[in-house]
RNA sequence: UGGGGGAUCGUCUAGCGGUAGGACGACGGGCUCUGGACCCGUUAGCGGGGGUUCGAAUCCUCCUCCCCCAGCCA
């Protein structure tokens, strides 16, 4: 089947999500070969976690199905892209560890496009319009009012063949002309409403240089360009989704010339894109702030950016895995940055060795070891649950330096660091126990006097293990460093929805550094490796400012710390969402208010039986009514009714059921003469909705019958209570919702020909009996 | 107000007429020389009303709320 269809039978890059249904379906029913996809960046910025999600879909789609996704540059903008985008959005790329097929750039098309453009002028598509852009605005009318048509509409095509050949032979001055496409100035789709194609530009495009002076706009460029390159699937984010009228609409009027074939042709998909809480993902704000100076540029470690991730120290499989986390769907959501931060820790978790710094360093003086003395510690890297090998040597002497918040005078509750007179352990050495606290003239604590307990390395003091252990480096030997403590950029979740400028909104601990001490053994490490600094965070030194002679750390993320989290609790903060809307319940209105002759056909219908709810749907669509008209001559009204508006209704309104009323008429027969269920008959319905067979003749072919003989369901039930004791004790325990577990299975065994009625009543006594209502698990209407 | 989309635990997401499941979080417990990790458990959800059905998150219907569209940006 796999080899047939492509389809993937195992572990999958893309979880199953709304569009792997389409591609199924795609392959299944042989629309298209094989999946091509593409990654579409506009040369004009960065990239950002938010493509990286694009990308994993769209590149992870093409490796899941075995086939390809190119790299396209949609530069079809020569005023604000640049080569040096082009090279870093490459370099991210391949970075976030995918490959393209072909890299692409939509200005090799320019010629063909161009080509494709004449086509359409020649076919009375598209025409040249002299009006300018406040013109042609205005002229576009509202969401209310349909456009007007420019007086430039109706020009011949010779003129509209000859304005745009001086176009692009550069005679005009830019906005002078533009060429749109005929379609539809009334058009609902604003879209719709004659888009424009092309407009002059003179300005030298980073690739073409001076060649052109016309550039087309996207949305002329991009669905042609998918054709051009055979794309199957062309996957964008949800604010497209009007501008697939015109990408149809492009592609009907040019498949089959100028070199486009006939078919397949591509289709566009949207998806919701990415939204992550205290950080903005849309190119001009992170232009702003890489540009406006927020922060030191594109790849600070704050920004979102992939180059920002990078160089924070974060990997590219933590970010497939963020992106596999988070899934694909069509509903905009706003991401929280724990599942962000999680996927990052469960990454480097198995990856990061663990070694010792302390950040906000207390001198810690070891009375009873004696001075100038050193001990070489061996201290594995890897934590026992961690299943790798290795480890390093660490000094210990009698000054060492241990974290300020790891010593408290006056301990709250439940803390179990050292404390004065208290013991607590020092990772990978020894017990220590606090003496003394010495001030300095200010009245802070200046060093902590301490005796260490010399019985105590890799083992319990006498007294029973301690409760705590804190990490510490030893003063002479340890290695300064500049530490980065990164958090969130911004301190509202979502800062574009806030009042005023986002940039009101920076957080401004987002950066606090700090000045640290490593334990030495990291200046024998490569330089790219990324550490646990034990209970603190990740932590890499910064690739572009730590170096041999000066020591840069960049903390990756932290450590979840249930401690100070249980400390903040009470007031703690909670999600602040400026200009969140919360949609409450208000009064519901009625929605049936009739005119007097409504009112009248709702009356007879009523009488004739016919349920409130359908009543007021048929009263209301002609279209239904008429069809239960024709269909009440051969039978029962209030039984028909409710097919014709449940199930037939959308069939019957679009104009297109294959089932007439006559069909209908001889189905609802059999169900009521009990030869079929209500089940069975559903199915045939929609069997017959597709294929156009009559119902009646479906039921006779595959001679389906509802089975009401309790001999024959009786055994089923039987078995399944005997092979599902677990569930029989649930349901018996209270779950009575198991009901339909076994009313199901027996359903799915009988191929839904069971009398579901006669189902029920019998689960409902072998399983439940007094506890149940009498002979039915029918829950009370 | 026209058109196009959308709504499932606090957050993200499955579900396609038959037990509402997973991840992140939160809470409780276990383990621990990291208050990490890991393990166990708990919590919590179908936007609302009506209808169809033996049975509805799923089908029908009405309503509510949210997002997008009036660039010669993409």
Redesign the pocket.
Known sequence: MSSETNIPTRERRV????IT?IIDEDLRGGRVAKIVTRF?P?PNGYLHIGHAKSICLNFGLALDYGGECNLRF?D??PE?EDIEYVEAIKADVLWLGFQWARELYASDYFERLHEMAVQLIRDGKAYVDS???EE??AY?????EPGTPSPYRDRSVEENLDLFARMRAGEFA??AH?LRARIDLSS????LRD??LY???HASHYRTGDAWCI?P???F??GLSDALEGISHSICT??????RAIYDWLLENLRGKCGLPESPRPYQY?F?RLNLDYTVLSKRKLIKLAEGGCVKGWDDPRMPTVSGLRRRGVTPEAIREFAN????????????L??FE?AV??DL?YRAP?VMAVIRPLRVVIANYPAGKVHHLDAPYW????PREGSRTVPFSRELYIERDDFMEEPPK????LIPGGPV?L???YVIRCDEVVRDASGEIAELRCTYDPD???RHPAGG?VK????WVSAAHAARAEVRLYDRLFHVPDPEAAAGEFTDYLNPESLTVVEGYIEPSVLQDPPCTRY?F??LGYFWPDPVDSGPGRLVFNRIVA?????T??RE?PGGSA?VQPGA??????K????TEFTPKQQAEHARLAALGV????A??LV?EPRLAAYLEEAARGGDVAAIA?WV???L??AI?AGDSKVSPIQLVALVGLIQAGTI???IA?DVLAEALETGTAPVEIVEAKGLRQISDAGVIEPIVDRLIAENPD?VR?FRGG?T?????F???V??ETQ?RAN??L??DLVARKLGGNTFYEGS???P?
């Open positions: 979880n199953p999500n709304f249904e579409p506009e949609d079809t903008n604000t009006h300018t852009d042609i605005s576009r009318g509202t969401v209310n830019g906005g533009v609902p789709n604003m879209k888009p424009v407009r002059i530009v550039y706009l996207y949305d460029a991009h949800l604010e497209f989704e009007n501008n949207e919701a986390r988070i899934g694909v769907a069509k509903a905009n959501s706003r991401v929280d724990g599942i999680a820790r469960d978790n663990r934590p026992h649950d961690v439940g803390f179990h660091r352990r990772r990978h050495a105590t390395l890799g293990p705590g252990t804190i990490h646990q034990e209970r450590l979840r710390d249930s401690w989290k249980a609790k999600k809307a919360q949609g409450g319940e208000s519901p209105k009625t929605g349920g409130e709810a359908e007021t749907v209301r409710i508006v449940n199930e209704g959308p309104r269920n209500g089940r559903k569930k649930a779950k919702a198991l009901a339909g577990f009313v199901g299975g359903m799915r839904g579901p009625q189902v029920q698990a029918v829950k209407r």
